[in-house]
């Protein structure tokens, strides 16, 4: 399971653009927390050392550092990002669940925090969705303490959304402090709806970079709606919808890891079916390819739930 990591954004807070979600009756912090350990257990069981967060997933680092912590496993891998605040105030019904500041004093303060709940095990430190309109791109002050960040031994990445997260990756690695490049990882949505990003995925790791994709299920819709052509491939294969389509993402040669995002060991399971999914057939689903701005156009309506 070295290209698999698992992801808490649908487990550290109550509310989240995901369909298909496989959550406690019960949603206070208590029941998501068992949630979250028991997932991570299961994921730990089956050879997963790689948990991805994000200080905007509710109390998601906190949930993995009392895991963390409990367990004493020291050889997880644990990957953050920063630059979101969540502020749903543990509400399912909040209208605004997270705010978006790439600044200097939103890093320095989130990177504290991270390093509080997490320690030295935090290895990879992205800041959390990078477009092209983001000020980090001319703020130097802010690019050099994220320099800093990298010069310490703490891989330095980005995550990437929207219809432009080609543009936005390309330039990004172009940045440089003292003649060395700021970023050395990419997390971007990669999957068989939207794949638009997949030329500039496969340059960054030709160039030596890490390449994560995330949203392997497009935000669930490939697990609970999948197109006919996944489904078929599921049944010939004995494996569920949502395994096909992570199967397709390992499948892609550039791709060092892949996020799965389930919210219970059920869903994990069957995520990790993948592996029983042979490369032959995954050809196919290449024609069910959105145009990038009606897939996103589609993303930007899902309810929190």
Same mark, same amino acid.
């Given at each position: 399971?070295? =290209?698999?990591?698992?992801?808490?954004?649908?487990?550290?807070? +109550?509310?989240?653009? *995901?369909?298909? =979600?496989?959550? +406690? $009756? &019960?949603?206070?912090?208590?029941?998501? =927390?068992?949630a979250t350990h028991a997932v991570l257990d299961e994921a730990y069981r089956a050879g997963v050392r790689w948990v991805d967060v994000a200080r905007s997933y509710g109390r998601s680092e906190e949930f993995l550092g009392d895991w963390l912590a409990a367990r004493g496993h020291q050889d997880v891998f644990v990957s953050s990002k920063w630059g979101y605040r969540y502020v749903g105030d543990w509400r399912l019904d909040? /209208?605004?669940? /997270?705010?978006?500041?790439? @600044?200097l004093a939103r890093f320095t303060e989130q990177w504290a925090r991270t390093r509080e709940l997490l320690g030295a095990q935090v290895g990879l430190y992205q800041v959390h969705s990078l477009t092209v309109d983001s000020p980090l791109f001319t703020d130097r002050p802010l690019l050099d303490a994220l320099a800093g960040l990298s010069a310490s031994g703490?891989?330095?990445?980005?995550?990437?959304?929207? @219809?432009a997260q080609a543009d936005a990756m390309r330039r990004a690695f172009e940045?440089?402090?003292?003649? %060395? $490049?700021?970023? @050395?990882?990419? %997390? @971007?949505?990669? *999957?068989?709806? &939207? +794949?638009?990003?997949g030329a500039a995925l496969a340059e960054a790791r030709a160039a030596g970079n890490r390449v994560l994709v995330k949203e392997t299920l497009a935000n669930g819709r490939l697990a609970v709606a999948a197109p006919e052509p996944v489904r078929r491939l599921a049944a010939e294969h004995g494996v569920g919808p949502d395994a096909v389509a992570v199967a397709a993402v390992l499948a892609q040669e550039w791709v060092s890891v892949a996020v799965l995002g389930p919210s219970s060991p059920a869903q994990l399971r069957a995520n990790l079916a993948a592996v029983r999914v042979p490369r032959a057939g995954l050809a196919a689903l290449s024609g069910l390819a959105e145009d990038p701005r009606e897939y996103w156009a589609q993303r930007s309506h899902l309810r929190w739930n």
């Open positions: 399971m070295e =290209r698999i990591a698992v992801g808490l954004a649908a487990l550290g807070r +109550p509310a989240y653009l *995901n369909l298909g =979600r496989d959550l +406690p $009756p &019960e949603r206070d912090v208590a029941a998501m =927390r068992a909040a /209208e605004v669940h /997270e705010v978006k500041e790439h @600044s703490v891989e330095v990445g980005f995550s990437t959304s929207g @219809s940045l440089e402090v003292g003649g %060395q $490049p700021v970023f @050395s990882a990419v %997390q @971007s949505t990669w *999957n068989v709806l &939207e +794949p638009s990003a």
